[in-house]
């Protein structure tokens, strides 16, 4: 810019007919005005004069010849580029040193394209989908089987097993009965309803019961102590002429000295061992 103004703002030489940068409305010479405001270039270290183009990225600023890629030096002017570590680099290099791999297709996620991020591996937005239905997943919730990823509908079109009792799907844990799968909270003793996953429980007409409901209605009981036989855990138990023992309980009415395994005799509703029946 030719002068039109008298003097230099800062060493008061005349400016007619030569060169000046204008600051916050005073006028300089070329000289004194990249003394003073000229900023160091980050790569060559020297002014950037004011007849030089200044290019600027957070606060630090380059000559237009020394904005560049770390690695490759190509030019970065007017081209996209990255920053890693104080460096710039352009997208080709940044993506060979730092960008993550698509975990389905494998190749690069480019700086400033958007990435989904699961389970620790990264994705394309554009394949990051539905295995089955491929429609994107985003942040909607999903479940995975194997290396394969699923929205919950298509999941459970495909793979769910559907509770026994209640007919809905069963979308994690549950319990299998007689082959066929039962939320926890639906396999219940047919009686009481108590819940029976993790706890002993029998059988009947294909009917589970908890043990309390199945003595109370079904077991038969013990001819010494009367209290029910279930023969649980594989319990023994002694059966004879319509009555039945607990192993612990089939003893001599007399002397009391088991009878597992022995011979005894009867004497009207008493088991007796050889020796007290014959006396």
Known sequence: ??????????????????????REENAYCVACYDSLFANPC????????????????????????????????????EKPFAAKDELLLCTECYSDEYSSKCFHCQKT???????????????????????YCRQPLGTKPLITKGNENYCVPCFEKQFAHHCYSCK????????????????KECFVCASCKTQLSGQRFISKDE??????????????????????????????????EERQWHGECFTCAKC???????????RQDDVLCHECGSA
């Open 1 to 22: 810019m030719t002068s039109h103004h008298t003097d230099c703002h800062y060493c008061l030489q005349s400016l007619r007919g030569r060169k000046y940068a204008l």
């Open 42 to 77: 980050e790569e060559c270290k020297q002014p950037i004069e004011c007849d030089s183009k200044d290019l600027a990225y957070k606060g630090r600023h380059w000559h237009e010849g020394c904005f560049k890629c770390a690695k490759c030096s190509r030019s970065l002017v």
């Open 109 to 131: 996620i480019m700086p400033g394209s958007r990435k989904m991020e699961f389970k620790g591996s990264s994705w394309h937005e554009s394949c990051f989908v539905c295995q």
């Open 168 to 183: 809905k799907v069963i979308t994690s844990g549950g319990v299998t009965y007689h082959d066929q799968p039962w939320h």
């Open 207 to 240: 009917y589970p019961y908890c043990v309390d409901c199945f003595s109370k209605l079904y077991a038969k009981k013990c001819a010494a102590c009367r209290k029910p036989i279930t023969a649980l855990g594989g319990a023994k138990f002694i059966s004879f």
């Open 256 to 266: 009391s000295v088991s009878l597992v395994g022995q011979g005894f005799l009867t």
